[in-house]
């Protein structure tokens, strides 16, 4: 298609300033019950689960020049493709929504009584603007724009670091948070990525250097934004950043980090819902569905009430851990592809199996949260039954 390729850099930019967003303080927040040093004990646990599959899930899509869901293709056929692209597309609208209003609240809150303003809606309108910038300018020629945006946001997140980290002694915090639930929700932002990032990946010049690029900049950027939410739990007792910025007087500054991380972080959502969407229907253009999703986020985050996402984030983890599972086994282990099968319903049914177990899983208090065990087990099982069939085949022939 000869599409320009992308730079290490450009892909560390990108993946960096995914991770530097409100949702992952939001998350680090959560996890404050456990104490810093355990907190911070399982928010790398956790990252490290996260990212080794955000790794494994980029390399399929370096190697093969394919976006995420046409991966997927690979071990459930074009109609099971179909079906995930789907769940993607509505997932990524949420995320779009529920960012954007993240955003635009905490923006608000720093800005409404400097400006006399009232309400979230004119900065969700700002916020989604941005964005739709972003997604005009398009991913493989963000380079200077982003350089300039996640630097900035860079030196702007090492001042917000020092305002929350000098904030004092520890104080009370409320709310109960187990260290195997602690781990999970850690896991649980870096696979929510999952279905996202082969769409950046398959235009990298270097497609294991620069998914290793990406992994490692997001595992840096995104444990960072929980640790900073965990410190701002904990020696602020307070749970909303944007307060503690108030607080300190941060003013613009504020201001710039909560609307450059949003735009930074949600453009990478309204993108990838676009890709999804082309690969159920290829003649849609991925760029102007990403826009219309875009601005169907920003309606749903100025008229919809869009709040406790913790769960949301569980529900993607119980979808997309299991689909990657059976895909890296498939793809790096038993080698099939079923990219030109409608839909290839043995791994179907593991992919449901795996679904299930899940959120089975999430009502046990494992060290080691959820996910890791439930993908082991759904790779397993996808080994044995496919080692099995070939087996069976070869005795048929036998005979």
Known sequence: MGEKKTSLRDNSMIWFGAAIGLG???AGTLIAPLGFTRGVTAIIIGHVI???LLYYAGIIGGRTGKSAM????????NKGSNFFAL?????????TAVMVLSGARATGVLANPVLGFHGDAMWCVLIGALIILWLLIGVQNLGKINIIAVGGLFLLTILLSTVVFRGGSAGETSGVMSF???VELSAAMPISWLPLISDYTRFAEKPKAATMASTVSYFIGSCWMYIIGLGAAIFFSESDIAVIMLQAGMGITGVL???LSTVTTTFLDAYSAGVSTHTIAEKLSEKWVAVVVCIIGTVLAMFTPIAHYE???????SVFAPMIAILITDFFLIKEDHSQERL???NFILWLIGFLVYRQFMSFDLIIGSTFPVMFITGLLCILVHGGKKLCLKKSWTM
């Open 257 to 259: 980090i909560i609307i």
């Open 50 to 52: 996260g990212c080794i």
């Open 24 to 26: 992952e303080i939001l």
């Open 180 to 182: 195997g639930a602690a």
């Open 311 to 317: 769960n949301f984030l569980y529900f993607i983890g």
């Open 87 to 95: 769940l993607n597309v509505l997932q990524l609208v949420g995320w």
């Open 344 to 346: 290839n319903t043995i």
């Open 70 to 77: 046409e991966t997927v293709r690979i071990s459930f056929g």
